[in-house]
């Protein structure tokens, strides 16, 4: 992309044939966990702890932790409950980014 990825840009990307618009969640050399729910490198919520909640992680929400690889993203979509992300799919190299959102009207 022209402009510098930072936590909170908005971002389209192809992953597996799909173009997706989604949130930058965390950077390289983060650490992201996912044990009913999703927390950032500092252990903070990335979502609504009341949105988390309504989560089951027996109902197919997979429990991992991982740190983001060199060049590579971890993308959320702004709706937990239906969104298909590097929750689903894991980290995103930064060279499938096709686009940076700068203007939202």
Excluded: M
Excluded at 4 to 32: F, M, N, Q, Y
């Amino acid at each position: 992309p022209v402009l510098p990825l930072k936590r909170g840009s908005i971002v389209t990307a192809r992953v597996g044939g799909d173009c997706i618009i989604k949130r930058v969640a965390e950077l390289p050399g983060d650490k992201v966990s996912l044990i009913r729910d999703v927390k950032d490198h500092t252990g903070t919520f990335l979502y609504d702890p009341e949105i988390q909640k309504n989560w089951n992680s027996d109902a197919g929400w997979r429990q991992f932790t991982v740190t983001v690889p060199e060049k590579h993203v971890f993308v959320l979509g702004d709706n937990p409950l239906v969104s298909d992300d590097s929750r689903d799919f894991g980290p995103i190299p930064q060279s499938q980014i096709t686009g940076v959102v700068v203007c939202r009207l």
